[in-house]
Every structure is written in structure tokens, then in C-alpha cells.
């Protein structure tokens, strides 16, 4: 079955460094690739998406590039911020056997950017 | 962008009782939601398909008698923990697809802001 693995965290930076978060996956069919953010105490939030291989999702700074012939999809971003502190969840949309597009999540990777 | 409600946000029960959790499209038509379960520190874990006229589909360990799901418009989807018990206490979140939406290769579900259940 598909799934998606993502470091675990927690990811402790100061403030304008530079994140990454690893991301990769494997699934049976052609996924698009997501990032979500949730921050404490709410549901999730798309930050960006990337549906073929070689797109680049991009939003708040933040970007990842669909990377086929890796399969990963690192999150980065160039200069953070407290307010990016939160749970980032790698996820894929595949081809469900039942006909619909089922998401696969990751397992989160909490980061805290400290002033 | 497309909005998702949940309500309530929070819930606290006593163990025994039953919870009604309701999750709405408010700006956009959802044939299709998903309810996810998501422990402490754990990532979301599908529970079961909302289908729009028709039956739930559960994943693999869901209970779907303790579970009902009930999808009777394309706006509205509910969640029924029955006989609720401290185990069932979890974060549950629900998403919906936009069906006036379909990007080539993948389709966006947009999520709920999430109900904190808690049973005593």
C-alpha cells in the first residue's frame, strides 16, 4: 500500500534559519504530493501541493519540489519564522481501489522556531 | 478557497453516551467527505468514506456500529461515536472533496478545524 515517511522531529530552529523537512514516499499509482500545517489546537491547513513530477508548490515561503525519480518531496524554506512554528504532515492522493482519491499521511514533524 | 465547519469544536461526555459531531461544506458541494481520527502526537488516520446518499465505507478495524456516519446532503456529513468510552477520547477531523474541483493527477480535500472529544 502507499505510504509516506517524514522525519519525526522535533525540529528546533532559531529564527531566519533555514528549514528543511525530508519527505518520501511510495505508492502504486501516480500521487500528488501535499504539506499541511496544523498549528496547536486546530485541523489542518494546505500550504502547498504539487500533482506531476518536477512541479514546485509554493506558498508563504515555503516550497517542495515533486521529485519522481527520488520520491520526496522536502519541505523548505529559507528563512523561518515564530509564527512557522506548528506540525507539518507530508501526504500523498492516490487512486483508492474504491474509485475515489485516498490521502496517505505522514506522522507529522513538529517544529519550533525559537526567537 | 473552500471552507470546511465542524461543530462542536470540543465535546466532554460521560462514558456510556453518544456524540453527534457534524461536518458542513459551507461553500462548495462534497459528494465525498472523509472522517480521520488523529491520536496525541500521531498522524490522522482514515476511519471511514462519506458517501453522499449511500453507505459509509470504513477502513480496515472500524467499528461501523460504533461509528455510524451519515451523509444526507452534499453539504453535511455526521459522525456518531455510540456508547462512547475514555478510549474513544481523540481528536476527530473530517475533510471534504470539492466536486466542482478536479485537477488532473490528484484532487485537494480541504479539512475541518477539528472536534476534541473527550470522554470521562
Known amino acids: 500500500g502507499d505510504s509516506v515517511t517524514q522525519m519525526e522531529g522535533p525540529v528546533t530552529l532559531s529564527e531566519e534559519a533555514f528549514l528543511t523537512i525530508n519527505c518520501t514516499y511510495t505508492?502504486?499509482?501516480?500521487?500528488?504530493l501535499f504539506w499541511y500545517v496544523q498549528y496547536p489546537g486546530e485541523g489542518l491547513q494546505l500550504l502547498l501541493k504539487?500533482?506531476?513530477?518536477?512541479d514546485k508548490g509554493s506558498n508563504k515561503g515555503f516550497e517542495a519540489t515533486y521529485r519522481k525519480e527520488t520520491t520526496s518531496f522536502h519541505l523548505e524554506k529559507g528563512s523561518v519564522q515564530v509564527s512557522d512554528s506548528a506540525v507539518y504532515f507530508c501526504a500523498l492522493s492516490d487512486l483508492h481501489s474504491g474509485g475515489y482519491q485516498k490521502v496517505t499521511f505522514g506522522i507529522g514533524t513538529k517544529l519550533q522556531v525559537i526567537p | 478557497g473552500a471552507v470546511v465547519s465542524q461543530h462542536p469544536s470540543r465535546v466532554i461526555c460521560k462514558s456510556g453516551t453518544s456524540v453527534k459531531i457534524e461536518c458542513r461544506s459551507l461553500d462548495f458541494q462534497a459528494t465525498t467527505m472523509f472522517w480521520y481520527r488523529q491520536f496525541p502526537k500521531q498522524s490522522l488516520m482514515l476511519m471511514a468514506t462519506?458517501?453522499?446518499?449511500?453507505?459509509?465505507?470504513?477502513e480496515q478495524g472500524v467499528e461501523k456500529d460504533k461509528f455510524l456516519i451519515n451523509h444526507a446532503s452534499l453539504t453535511l456529513s455526521t459522525l456518531t461515536v455510540t456508547s462512547a468510552h475514555p478510549e474513544d477520547s481523540s481528536f476527530y477531523i473530517c475533510?471534504?472533496?470539492?466536486?466542482?474541483?478536479?485537477?488532473?493527477?490528484?484532487?485537494?480535500?480541504?479539512f475541518g478545524p477539528g472536534t476534541r472529544l473527550l470522554v470521562l
Open positions: 475533510s471534504a472533496r470539492d466536486m466542482g474541483i478536479f485537477q488532473g493527477g490528484g484532487e485537494t480535500q480541504y
Open positions: 505508492a502504486t499509482g501516480y500521487p500528488s
Open positions: 462519506s458517501n453522499e446518499g449511500s453507505k459509509a465505507t470504513y
Open positions: 504539487a500533482t506531476k513530477a518536477d
